[in-house]
């Protein structure tokens, strides 16, 4: 055999090992269906891809298109998926509660900027004071579900079901029943764009919280803490950790997300309507873990795969909106494209589809010698 | 088969994948009598129950029951049921929310109707004549642990059952609960039922039962009536040592270099614990390695753990070096540099989805601090050294540690607990299930760590590693503290005799 055949191989065998490892990376699903996607509508209707510089009704330049609608909308999403990764992680369970919890948020921010009057002139106080409001009142939610369950052991779900059904009448009662609406311009700039820049504003705020999470994960022992008591909680105490400070901590976390996203969320319309905003995000964000490949029953967690998980579901949200699928059947759609992403990446599938690819891979081998 | 007997086990064999868990064992049980299956952790006791009522089919032996000439093969524990081999587990299994009435005979009932009716009126004559304190109508979860347990023998035995297995069933019921099991027992085998016992409290085998069968390793020991084999006989029958054999010498080690009247690294005073352990005193010297001893289920376990902070502790004072300190949880017990291996360490010890690497350096990362962590390549070099200096086989530092074999999970625990450098080691049971060669290596390990000046408490369930590394042994019994020997002392009959208790010559 000459040098060059020989190369050729190992080139060819180093080629399928660099596949073999890449199939049997977590973010390999999220990232695979996000291409399909991609590919899909590069097929369907090129179009799709179009980004344009138009002008907003108030004159400023803003970039528009499908690509920018799905960025900007998956901004929530992204950012409930980071705090709801370390809860899955550290609890081996899900907070079904953000939907409510960012309604609560949302409210608070209005109230405050409101004060007494709905539909007020001038805002009462600085944007800046709301929203810190709001995350202090949101981790205060985030520490009771996480007190329920890290130190009345109830399951996540449960009792984040107490705040689930409550949330919502009581985002209601912080504006007793009223639908404030903020009618200065600058509110909407955190769920719109600022005037001068072309992107949404919520594309800025998510990446910020991704870098700021990065870094929390890079500088602490975030990651290393959440697992350890996802996986083995009695061995991690045993080794000094206090298992119910990281869930009672993770749960906090998910209560900042929760007060980022509902400002977005309000921002947006600079109005609230109690029983809509953010209606079944909570799913949304849990399905973001899994698709992210992450193990809901806790332990071990990819970041970025939940985060692009995230981004997945707008993908595809937005997808079959272009499509002019009936947005009633929107559901339906999504459900058969998470079975299957859901199923393709079970541990139980992926092992099998990896011996498979031995087999055939030894097939493969074995006519190549007997030809040889 | 032989006269008298219900259930006769023929050479049976189970092997599972590179163990050899029952090598040939005889196991005969005869008509209304009590028999005890004796035997330490791994001796096969359990896989023995399990082949009998059809958890796992056998490799080889023949199984023959009272009224069949040939021998039976037994799928299932339904069938097994249905042959008259009823069995009671430690945990009970039955249903809470539901009467003890409906418990008995759930599952039983012919047909889509039921005659609740009738079924009570049955339910409450066979507790009455056997004596159990409860009501047909009563739901089962508010009736005493021990209640329950009877009326899980009642179900076994309405079911005309030849053999009743009881496995632990004494392990959670307090003494006077544990009275009324036995008389139960004692009504049951006068009506002809043969009982097999399995439990690890040597009082009660001594008060109830008529014969032992001893297994250890897997292979039969023997079978005895239980007038002729006095506990200490049991106690060494038990763990495989004959106590007669004095050829044990305590090896010269470095036990003349302790100084003894030195202050105590760790000194413990009338430290209680919640676990069901006797306060008890306890001091450890610079370089000293020692041990607790005990059978299963005596406390050893416990005390070390209230030493570490691992379970609640409820008073007692502790001085480390001679300061008053304060150990309530295990970070503090970390942070006055001791260290504790646990027992079970796939509950206790691994994360077993976490990577070899970061199994190692987790506990010196929690004492360096949550918001401290270390560096990518700190880790990778800790990881590495260790890996090296235990001669750990695994693929990389990034393997996740529940993909390595037993023995090699143990040395990963080792290495995280000596790279948190402490004082004080403790190691419970780190020779248990692996392999001759690891278990010399970590008791090696052990008296080269006590020479650099370490003190290490050292448990194990072999007399003979313990009589090899330790200087003194704390006995243990019954969750109390026996004894303490040294010295001369230090020898096979002395240590199971203090074991055994009671009868010691």
């Known amino acids: 055999m000459s040098t060059s055949q020989k190369d050729l191989k190992l080139k060819k065998r180093s080629f399928s090992a660099f596949l073999g490892n890449m199939v049997r990376q977590q973010l390999f699903i999220p990232v695979a269906a996000l291409l399909i996607l991609v590919l899909f509508n590069l097929i369907m209707d090129p179009s799709f891809f179009k980004i344009e510089l138009g002008h907003n009704s108030a004159g400023d330049p803003v970039l528009s298109g499908y690509l920018i609608t799905i960025i900007d909308y998956a901004s929530e999403l992204a950012i409930l998926a980071i705090g709801m990764t370390l809860v899955t992680s550290a609890s081996g369970g899900q907070d079904i509660s953000v939907g409510a919890a960012m309604a609560i948020a949302g409210s608070v921010v209005l109230r405050v900027l409101c004060g007494n009057n709905p539909r007020p002139e001038h805002m009462q106080t600085s944007i800046i004071v709301a929203f810190l409001i709001a995350v202090l009142v949101s981790m205060c939610f985030g520490a009771f579900n996480g007190m329920l369950v890290a130190f009345f052991k109830i399951q996540p779900m449960v009792a984040t079901l107490i705040l689930y059904t409550a949330g919502r009448s009581i985002a209601a009662w912080i504006n007793k029943n009223k639908l404030p609406v903020i009618s200065d311009p600058s509110f909407g700039y955190f769920g719109n764009s600022i005037p001068g820049i072309p992107l949404p504003t919520p594309i800025f705020i998510a990446v910020i919280c991704m870098i700021i999470i990065a870094v929390v994960l890079k500088f602490t022992n975030l990651r290393l803490y959440s697992q350890s008591v996802g996986i083995n909680s009695s061995s991690s105490r045993l080794n000094g950790i206090n298992p119910q400070m990281v869930k009672f901590l993770t749960f906090v976390i998910l209560g900042v997300c929760v007060a980022v996203a509902g400002f977005i969320k309000v921002s947006r319309l600079s109005t609230i309507n109690y029983s809509v905003i953010a209606k079944d995000i909570e799913m949304d964000a849990i399905l973001a873990v899994a698709l992210g490949g992450n193990s809901l029953g806790g332990g071990k967690f990819n970041m970025k795969a939940s985060i692009i998980g995230a981004y997945v579901i707008q993908f595809l949200t937005t997808t079959l909106t272009k499509f002019k699928v009936n947005s009633t059947a929107i559901p339906a759609y999504k459900a058969v494209v998470v079975i299957i992403l859901v199923v393709l990446s079970a541990p139980i599938v992926r092992e099998k589809m990896g011996t498979l690819r031995k087999k055939l891979a030894r097939s493969k081998g074995n006519v190549g010698k007997e030809v040889a | ?505």
């Not at chain 2, 039976?72 to 430690?90: C, D, F, K, L």
């Not at chain 2, 027992?185 to 040597?202: Q, W």
């Not at chain 2, 049991?234 to 009247?261: H, R």
């Open chain 2, 1 to 505: 088969m032989e006269t008298g007997a219900v259930l006769e086990m023929r050479g049976i064999c189970k092997y599972f994948p590179g163990v050899r868990a029952l090598e040939q064992v005889d196991f005969t049980l005869r008509e209304g009598e009590i028999h005890a299956l004796m035997g330490e952790n791994g001796a096969g006791k359990s896989t023995l129950i399990k082949v009998l009522t059809g958890v796992y089919p056998k490799d080889g032996g023949e199984i023959r029951l009272k009224g069949s000439d040939k021998p039976v093969h037994i799928r299932s524990p339904q069938e097994a049921q249905n042959m008259g081999i009823s069995t009671v587990y430690q945990e009970i299994t039955l249903c809470p929310n539901l009467t003890v009435a409906e418990n008995m005979y759930i599952g039983r009932t012919k047909g889509p109707l039921t005659n609740w009716r009738k079924i009570n009126n049955d339910a409450g004559k066979l507790l009455d004549s056997l004596g159990i304190p409860a009501l047909p109508a009563q739901q089962l979860g508010s009736c005493s642990i021990a209640v329950q347990q009877m009326v899980a023998i009642a179900r076994a035995v309405d079911m005309e059952c030849k053999v009743l297995i009881l496995d632990e069933p004494t392990s959670s019921l307090d003494e006077q609960e544990v009275e009324k099991l036995f008389k139960l027992m004692r009504d049951l085998k006068e009506k002809g039922v043969g009982i097999i016992f399995v439990t690890h409290f040597l009082e009660q085998v001594y008060e109830v039962c008529d014969r032992i069968t001893v297994l250890r390793d897997g292979t039969l020991v023997g079978e005895y009536v239980i007038e002729d084999l006095p506990r200490v006989q049991l106690v060494s029958k038990m763990l495989g040592k004959d106590f007669d054999d004095m050829a044990d010498i305590k090896s010269e080690s470095d036990t003349d270099k302790i100084d003894y009247n030195s202050t105590p690294v760790y000194e413990a005073k009338k430290l209680a614990g919640t676990t069901g352990i006797k306060p008890f005193d306890f001091s450890i010297h610079k370089g000293e390695v020692n041990g607790f001893t005990g059978l299963l289920g005596s406390g050893r376990s416990e005390c070390v753990r209230a030493i570490f902070g691992a379970d609640k502790v409820s008073g007692g004072t502790v001085m480390m070096n001679g300061k008053k300190v304060k150990i309530n949880k295990p970070l503090d017990a970390m942070k006055n540099g001791i260290s504790y291996l646990p027992e079970d360490r796939k509950r206790d010890g691994i994360v077993g989805d976490l990577s070899v690497r970061d199994n190692i350096i987790l506990a010196l990362q929690v004492m360096k601090g949550f918001f401290r962590p270390f560096s990518r390549a700190q880790a990778e070099a800790f990881a590495d050294e260790y890996i090296k200096l235990l001669s750990i086989k695994t693929a990389s530092s990034e393997t996740p540690i529940k993909s390595l074999s037993g023995g090699n999970q143990q040395k990963v625990i080792l290495a995280r607990w000596l790279l948190a450098n402490p004082v004080y080691l403790i190691l419970d049971e780190p020779t248990r299930g692996i392999d001759i060669g690891t278990k010399v290596e970590i008791q090696k390990l052990v008296l080269k760590l006590a020479a650099e000046g370490k003190s290490v408490t050292f448990i194990s369930s072999e007399i003979d590693e313990m009589i090899r590394t330790c200087s003194r042994l704390v006995v243990m019994r019954d969750g109390k503290v026996v004894g303490e020997l040294s010295g001369n002392d230090l020898n096979q009959n002395k240590i199971m005799a203090t074991i055994a208790g009671g009868e010691s010559k």
